[in-house]
């Protein structure tokens, strides 16, 4: 399948018309440009980058990517040691009045502010109890993954999940 898509991608020519997959065509205007979108930063509101760099690294096994001063603060990323050229994790930081509204609203309402996958929520649930970390959602078998939601001790819930196995 993916094949098939960049062979489609590099047969697009401005001014052509791109037929779709449901039969319909759509005209590719000049300047057109066809790209694939990758996430390569994401954040978390953090009340405090240091305690927060701590957590996600001792706790949570992540590695300091980045740690840039900037003013007060730091651009401080983590990444998973799996992935360390993988998508970035930026712990920032609450300075702004909106982010710390916005993170207490989530957490009011127990949505969690981000979600990581891991290999087993249960095994992954027991080690995280006992190193100490609070669940407000123990695993929960949801259909298509099971999931926990812990506190991350700096303002946010945390869903780890992992994919249910296909049958």
């Given at each position: 399948?993916?094949?098939?898509?960049?062979?489609?991608?590099?047969?697009?020519?401005p001014g052509q018309n791109?037929?779709?997959?449901?039969?319909?065509?759509?005209?590719?205007?000049?300047?057109?440009?066809v790209m694939r979108m990758r996430i390569t930063l994401t954040n978390v509101i953090v009340?405090?980058?240091?305690?927060?760099?701590?957590?996600?690294?001792?706790?949570?096994g992540f590695q300091k990517h980045q740690?840039?001063?900037?003013?007060?603060?730091?651009?401080?990323?983590?990444?998973?040691?799996?992935?360390?050229?993988?998508?970035?994790?930026?712990?920032e930081?609450?300075?702004?009045?909106?982010?710390?509204t916005f993170q207490e609203a989530l957490t009011a309402d127990?949505?969690?502010?981000?979600?990581?996958?891991v290999d087993d929520v249960h095994a992954e649930h027991a080690r995280l109890c006992a190193a100490g970390v609070e669940f407000t959602q123990p695993p929960t078998d949801l259909g298509t993954v099971v999931a926990a939601?812990?506190?991350?001790?700096c303002g946010n819930l945390i869903q780890i999940v992992t994919p249910a196995p296909t049958p």
């Open positions: 399948m993916e094949d098939r898509i960049k062979d489609t991608f590099a047969r697009i020519v791109l037929l779709r997959d449901d039969g319909t065509q759509t005209e590719i205007g000049c300047g057109a440009s009340d405090d980058q240091a305690k927060a760099l701590a957590f996600y690294t001792d706790v949570l740690d840039v001063p900037v003013g007060d603060y730091s651009w401080l990323t983590v990444v998973s040691p799996e992935q360390p050229d993988g998508p970035e994790l930026l712990l930081p609450a300075a702004h009045p909106a982010s710390k127990g949505l969690p502010s981000a979600q990581f996958t939601v812990f506190d991350d001790t």
